[in-house]
């Protein structure tokens, strides 16, 4: 059985302390903007320019600033209405945030949801820091993005916000033992308009719950990627017509092929439910149960699905952003096709997941694509 752990990630008004602190702004930034953040994290932006590289690179004991100097083969600026980042090309932007974190304190980074909707594949470098999409306690300096889009050319300006930062004291992952006994409290997952039973539910050791693909009922089952569009003009909501980019993938018997390469979007069978006490994960697949990759982003913030105490009904269905590998492979409704891992916050946020949004945001989703695509339901 695993201990207990105290640890939490940091909520709304927790980051918002560390403003002008541990989290700042470059010299030349605009300052950190309240819509930045988020429940349990801080909207992170791209800079002023995106600089071309000849390959991806880990940070280590060569200055990245070094690094770039090497690989960089052309630049970009952002201003005014942006540039296009081109397919298949791999950019480096300097990000508008900086760290100075205490020694108690950590960072981790994710994709923002549209992010991985758009296919656009970016990690976070932390300059001297041997591993991507994490800063170590007491880290202070900048911080970069590695932008990589894998499915549509895509235009991006200064300000655009592609990641977002979490910060962590200690480890806030739930036990096997704790995430049962917050199912027993509050269930988290639901199918139609009925809690799963606990005993319906699979608890994985490491704290996470196995969730599955939803393609049952659901015309399209999902989308899949074209090859060969137009721009996608990443920060206008609604630009664009969804059939212009995408195809639909229908599943009349409940399951579908997978080509190699391609892109996917589809939604899962259960819908989750984040309590306002929690924030969670979304862990790719494990390759033992499919040639695939799944997941770009995958953090929910607390309130996720969640309609209240009183509310009769709860849940929200979560994207599965998916892109299959080497071989044609199969994939059939209620496979298990992800797993969500739960950790604890500091308390509950002022404001929950999509509190006070427009209705852009993804609290209703089912097989939502990005915002910059006009909604298909």
Known sequence: MGAPRNGRWLVDHQ?????????????????????????????????????????????????????????????????????????????????????????????????????????????????????????????????????????????????????????????????????????????????????????????????????SLGLAGRDPAGWRAQHHTGVVNFSREGAHEPREFWEPVHAPRGHCTLSPGSFYIFASRERVVIPPHLAAEMLPVDVDVGEMRNNYAGFFDNGFGWRGADAARHGTAAVLEVRAHDVPFLVEDGQVFFRLRFYRTGGAPEKLYAEGRAQSSYRDQDLTLARCFRRTN
């Open 15 to 211: 980051l918002r302390e560390l403003l002008d602190g541990a989290l700042r702004t470059g010299a030349s930034a605009p300052p950190i903007a309240q819509a930045q953040l988020q429940a349990a994290s801080l909207d992170l932006r791209v800079g002023a320019f995106a600089a071309r590289i000849r390959a991806g690179f880990l940070p280590g004991r060569t200055p990245l600033e070094t690094r770039l100097e090497e690989l960089e083969t052309s630049r970009l600026w952002l201003g005014g209405d942006g540039a296009v980042l081109e397919k298949g090309l791999v950019y480096l932007l300097p990000l508008e945030e900086e760290l100075d974190l205490p020694p108690h304190l950590r960072a981790a980074f994710n994709p923002r949801s549209s992010t991985g909707r758009c296919d656009l594949f970016t990690r976070v470098l932390v300059p001297g820091h041997p591993r991507f999409n994490e800063a170590p306690a007491g880290y202070r300096g900048k911080l970069w993005l590695e932008v990589s889009p894998l499915s549509f050319p895509v235009r991006l300006k200064r300000g655009d916000r592609l990641c977002q930062l979490r910060i962590a004291e200690g480890d806030p992952t739930l036990t096997r033992e704790e995430l049962r006994e917050e199912y027993a409290r509050t269930p988290l997952c639901w199918r139609g308009d009925e809690p799963m039973p606990i005993e319906d539910v699979r608890f994985d050791d490491d704290g996470s719950l196995a969730l």
